[in-house]
């Protein structure tokens, strides 16, 4: 049992999960309406992105500003599946070629290409949304980190990639929809997502995947290679010096948040009922990183948090004055970074003690006031501990 603990990081981080669990799995859906859960959700998927930041930049030292990139093409593989679930010949019959999703006729193209072909199991869509962007990451990771590109640089890169690849979505209308995303998904399996019962299973499909990752996360920074990330995070040459492979452990981190990143879009396709370049560009990767600096990059539940409560007070704000909600997400970052680095997580570990009644400190000493402390009177207790 303690050896389950310590895999996970104790009671404590198992605690935090617990808590999660209960309020994500039993208060919320009790206490909120199905629209507003619907909401919820959809905040959900952003904490997977969090919790990969948390590995791959709290505890990896890799700062990565194209996460979006990753969460895109999990949606949009999961979107592809539906548009074409969606496009059956019989649905597109007042189209001038039926059987192809509505933008590709708009645009002329009068074949499904290649592709989109495989796209039409499930059981591939499933596997190329792990499968797509832990490649597209490997070849990125391997790319730079083997010839030992980090810091900014690889920030700069990777903020590069995630605009090369919305510009490409969005130039190639024809089969990616362009900057409309892929619309109108209503199916998968024949189930419709769209219905309240629907959106209320999507939603705990989604809490239960994120408890998941959080624990695959907690699993990783508690094992013998979560100890390698800290030391290479600090000192990368002396871990290079110890005769491991830096390059294949930034390598393997960096894949395994794209994967939760990429888990992450796929519900959040299923939830919203679309996919767009918008949530694959720069802007909104920033704002991923965003998430995690305000939960606590050291923090695998903070992170969670912190994307749920961001993405909350982005629609609360936004909605009322959606000029200056870009201004309020700089303003966020910079005080977090200035004033309280560790966020949300460290001000709960720094603060939380002292709330603690002076009662309950007493009773774990086993003393009370008035009285004398508690005198050892066993046979291994020497005189001078005694008088102490």
Known sequence: MQRFLKAFGGPTRLIQITVIAVLLIIVLPLATDIFRLSLFGKYLTYAFVAVGLVLCWGYGGILSLGQGVFFGLGGYCMAMFLKLEASTPEATKIQSTPGIPDFMDWNQITALPWFWQPFHSF???VFAIIAVPAFFAWLI???MFKRRVGGVYFAIITQAVATILTILIIGQQGYTGGINGITDLRTMLGWDIRTDSAHYILYFACCVALILCLLIGEFV?????GRLLIAMRDQEDRVRFSGYDVANMKVFVFVLASVFAAIGGAFFTLQVGFMSPTFVGAVASIEMVVFCAVGGRLSI???ACGAF???WAKTSLSDSFPQVWPVVMGALFIGVVMFFPRGMAGLVADY???LIPRRVNRKKTGTRRGAPHA???TATTTPQEQHS
Do not use: L
């Not at 920074?221 to 290679?225: A, D, G, K, M, Y």
């Open 309 to 311: 409560v961001v993405s």
């Open 301 to 303: 539940a903070g992170a």
């Open 123 to 125: 059981a591939f869509t």
């Open 141 to 143: 990771g391997y790319a």
């Open 221 to 225: 920074i508690n094992s013998r290679f």
């Open 352 to 354: 939380a003690p002292r």
């Open 375 to 377: 005198v050892s009177t």
